[in-house]
Nanobody
Framework: QVQLVESGGGLVQPGGSLRLSCAAS????????MGWYRQAPGSQRALVAT???????TYADSVKGRFTISRDNAKNTVYLQMNSLKAEDTAVYYC??????????????WGQGTQVTVSS
């Protein structure tokens, strides 16, 4: 079994910053791509950013230049540094990881979600 535990959400004023963390633990053989998604009320879950084990990153257009995704492979942890936050960034943020639990088994796992609220 694999668990993804997120932390770092909260309430912040527009223009402020937050840093999210997500640590994978459990029966892990290796961790492939990791990413952050978000879901606002009444909307579908949408990709925010992804990062491969080699460090290649992708971002949604709406967060380019403001958010930075990074990872620590030794700790199986992914981070999301969010700067210049806007009200429209308000959402529940979910961590995702593609985890190999054996030579032949790979699955996608999700964290429980952490609320980010941007409001004055």
């Amino acid at each position: 079994q694999v668990q993804l535990v997120e932390s770092g959400g909260g309430l912040v004023q527009p223009g402020g910053s937050l840093r999210l963390s997500c640590a994978a633990s459990g029966r892990i053989f290796s961790v492939g791509p990791m990413g952050w998604y978000r879901q606002a009320p009444g909307s579908q879950r949408a990709l925010v950013a992804t990062i491969t084990s080699g460090g290649t990153t992708t971002y949604a257009d709406s967060v380019k230049g403001r958010f930075t995704i990074s990872r620590d492979n030794a700790k199986n942890t992914v981070y999301l540094q969010m700067n210049s936050l806007k009200a429209e960034d308000t959402a529940v943020y979910y961590c995702n990881a593609r985890v190999r639990t054996s030579v032949t088994v790979t699955n996608d796992y999700w964290g429980q979600g952490t609320q980010v609220t941007v409001s004055s």
